[in-house]
C-alpha cells in the first residue's frame, strides 16, 4: 500500500511539472511545434470550386531561398501546365502558381516541397475539385 500511495504521488507530480512548464516561463515544447508547415490555401483543401486562375500557398514562415517547389496534377496523374512559381515581395510566406489555362471540371492535387529555415525538407499535398461551370 505505502509504495502504491509513493508511485502515485510521483506520477502526480511528473505530471504536474510537465504541465507547469519550466520555471523561466518558456515552453520547450514550442520550437518543435514551429516547423515550416502550410497554413492555407487558395482553393483550399478538400474544397469544391469553380476553375482556379491560380494557386496560392500560405507557410508558417518563409522557406529558404530557391527551396519552394510547387506541382499541379489532374485525377489521373497527369502534371498541369502552369507558369512560374511566385513569392510575393511584401509577404515571402505566400506563394502563387498562375495556371495557363482554365482547368477542366475534376479533381486535382496540389504538391509542395520546401526547406524551412531550420533546414529540414518539409512537403505535402492536398486535393480539390474543379466543378462544372
Known sequence: MYAKTILLAAALMTSANAAAGPEDGHDLRAPALAHFALSRSAPAADSSVPAPPEIRLWFTEVPQENSMSVRLVDGAGQPVEAG????????????????????????????????????????????FTVTAQ
Not at 505566400?94 to 504538391?111: N, S
Not at 526547406?115 to 505535402?124: E, Y
Open 84 to 127: 512560374a512559381l511566385g513569392q510575393e515581395a511584401d509577404d515571402g510566406r505566400v506563394f502563387h502558381l498562375p495556371l495557363e489555362a482554365a482547368l477542366p471540371a475534376g479533381g486535382y492535387t496540389v504538391a509542395w516541397r520546401a526547406i524551412g529555415a531550420d533546414g529540414h525538407v518539409v512537403r505535402g499535398d492536398f486535393g
